[in-house]
Every structure is written in C-alpha cells, then in structure tokens.
C-alpha cells in the first residue's frame, strides 16, 4: 500500500544547527545519541508491500533564524514528492514573522509553519505578540491559493491550555491547524488525564479547520504496547472521523521504539486497529487525508 508519511525530520548535521540534538543541551533524553546524526530521503527505506509515495518535512532546528534555509537545502536534495513546515517564532515583531514569511512562500515546498508550545502553552496562546503574529498567519493564509498550516503541538491533558488554543481557532479561521502526536495521549486509560484528553480531542473536533496526526507515541512511552496504541487510536478515529486523521511516524524518533523506518510502518499496519479498517479508510489515513491537507503533488 502507498504511504505519505506527514511527520518526519531530516537532519543534515554538516550544514544545520540543531542544537537540541547535542548532549549537553536539552532535551536530555538518556537515549538521544539514537538520533544524534545526519538522517537523509535514502533513510526513509520500505519494502513491500508499503511504498512510500511522499511525505512532510517537520521543521528540526536547522537553523530557526532563517527558517527558509532548511527547506531550501531539503529541496535541493530531495527527489521524492515532500512539502515542508517551518519553524517560526511567535514571540518576534509582527515586522520579523512577516518577512520570513515572505521569504518562505517562495519555496515550493512550503505549507506551514511550527512554533512547539508543549509546557508553555498556555503563557504562548495568551501572549498579545504571539496573538496578534496569529493574525498576520490569518491574513497571509487567506490571500494564498493553499491556505496555511500551523502545526499544534501541546498536551491536549491540558485543559486551560485547549481552551487558549480554541479561541485562536476560533479567531484565526483561514488557518488549518493541525494538532501533533495525537496531542500526546496518556499512557494509563483509568486516569482524570485521559479523561481530559478525550474531553480536549472534542472540544477540537468540532472545528473544520483543525486535524490531528497520530505519531510520537515514543514520546509518551519508550516502551508503548500495541493494545495502548489500539485504544488511542480508537478513540481518535471515533472523535475526528476518518478524513480528519493522519497516521505518520515521526522519523528518525521512532527509532526510539522500533529497529527501523519499516519496522515502524509494519507493527502499524499489522495493529489489531488499522486491520479492523476497510480499504478505503486504511488508504485514507495513510494516504489519502495527507494529500489533502498537505497538498502534495
């Protein structure tokens, strides 16, 4: 089956930055030497019966102050059909957000943005610098032909945080916000935190502009069981419904869990979830659902 893969980093250490991935500097995960390296397009390797028809570069730190020099380096090497977010930081001067923006809309790769919210969620969505450069995304997304992605990264658990980011939705329609690693969903299903979490995917389901991709569960738990991932799963696809979700993998930090980029894509298409799917939603949320939101061509 065709795969496009709407959340994986390429790394080029040579040319790149990437201060996180160094190991005196956060974040200090005990086993980030896993990922500390040049990861290229040859790595995302699959054989059949999974092809890999295209996939979505998340930014990675390349270098965040000129955010259009990553997708740049990725377009010159590149041979796969890919698109690309960029980093953007909301905390800057309207003026600053403005012409990078300007500058990254002449790469043919470019559909959105990131700035990660995670722990500072709440303060980021409250702050008028970080609101009023939401605006500025509004009003760009609304005189392109493709609109604009904001990548949503943040813990869904979080309950004043979701209610933050609901009202930027709400306020920011012309933008597709597309919510990351499946809003990192608990590990244990019998606690008030998955409970908030199934309550926030809800709340988030109701807006037409906002889907959600399911990755990252490497994140949550080094050591994630197959019957965990089922339940999230589950749950996601009955919230969103199958043409707002997006399965991906989150390269190369997948290889926190499994042994390979195919091993990953194996143990999720043989899951008790996506085997109990018909044919048309198996290629929807591996395929389909991204070639839409992410207009791959």
Not at 50 to 69: K, S
Not at 151 to 173: F, G, K, R, Y
Request: glycine letters at 2%.
């Amino acid at each position: 089956m065709k795969i496009i893969d709407p959340h994986i980093h390429l790394f080029n250490l040579e040319q790149g930055d990437y201060h996180w991935l160094r190991a005196d500097n956060p974040p200090f995960w005990p086993d980030k030497s896993i990922i500390n390296k040049t990861f290229e397009e040859s790595d995302l390797m699959l054989e059949a019966p999974i092809e890999l028809a295209g996939f979505v570069h998340i930014e990675a730190g390349f270098d965040n102050r000129q955010p259009w020099r990553e997708l740049a380096t990725l377009e010159q090497s590149s041979r796969q059909c890919f698109r690309a977010i960029a980093n953007i930081d909301l905390t800057e001067l309207n003026q600053n957000v403005t012409q990078n923006l300007e500058r990254l809309v002449k790469l043919n790769s470019f559909v959105g943005v990131r700035h990660i919210l995670d722990k500072q969620a709440l303060s980021l969505l409250t702050n008028k610098q970080v609101l009023s450069n939401f605006k500025i995304l509004n009003n760009f997304a609304a005189n392109t032909t493709q609109g604009l992605i904001f990548e949503t990264q943040l813990e869904l658990a979080e309950h004043e945080a979701i209610d933050a980011l609901c009202d930027v939705i709400c306020d920011n329609p012309n933008i597709t916000f597309i919510i990351n690693h499946a809003g990192f969903p608990p590990t244990d299903i019998q606690t008030i935190e998955w409970q908030r979490w199934q309550s926030s995917l809800l709340q988030l389901s109701r807006f037409s502009h906002v889907v959600i991709k399911c990755s990252g569960w490497e994140m949550t738990d080094r050591d994630y069981q197959p019957l965990w991932f089922n339940e999230c799963m589950s749950l996601v696809l009955n919230i969103f419904g199958v043409k707002k979700v997006m399965l991906a993998s989150n390269f190369p930090l997948c290889l926190f869990n499994k042994i390979s980029y195919q091993d990953y894509w194996q143990s999720i298409i043989s899951s008790a979830f996506f085997q109990a799917r018909t044919k048309q939603e198996k290629n929807a949320l591996c395929h389909d659902n991204a070639l839409k939101w992410y207009y791959i061509i």
